[in-house]
C-alpha cells in the first residue's frame, strides 16, 4: 500500500509541471520506481530498462492535449506495459546440494 501512495503522489507531482517533457519524465520515473519495488515471493523486480521509452510516450500524451482521451489512455498504458515488460525479476541463486541427514 506504501508504494502506491507514493505513486500516487509522484504522480499527482507530475501532472503539476508546466511542461510536456518534464511531466513525461516525472511520471516516467514514478511508474519505473513503483515497478522497482515489487516483490515476487523471493524475487525483486529491477529498474526498468525502458524508462526512456515511457518518457516519450509520456512526453508526447502531454504535448498533444487535442487528441481524444481514449487515444491518449490507450498510449499511456501502451507505455506502461512496455516498462513493465522491461522489468527483470531477480531471484536469489539456489543453495548448493548438500548431503540429506
Known amino acids: 500500500m506504501q508504494e502506491m501512495n507514493r505513486l500516487a503522489a509522484q504522480a499527482a507531482a507530475a501532472l503539476q509541471v508546466m511542461n510536456a517533457p518534464g511531466a513525461g519524465a516525472q511520471l516516467a520515473l514514478a511508474v519505473a520506481a513503483y515497478y522497482a519495488g515489487q516483490n515476487f515471493g523471493a524475487g525483486v523486480a529491477t529498474y ?32 506502461c506495459q512496455i516498462m513493465a515488460v522491461s522489468t527483470i525479476v531477480t531471484f536469489p541463486s539456489p543453495l548448493p546440494p548438500g548431503p540429506i541427514m
Open 48 to 79: 526498468p530498462a525502458a524508462v526512456a521509452a515511457g518518457t516519450a510516450t509520456f512526453s508526447q500524451v502531454f504535448a498533444d492535449m487535442n487528441s481524444p482521451i481514449p487515444a491518449r489512455a490507450q498510449q499511456m498504458a501502451g507505455a
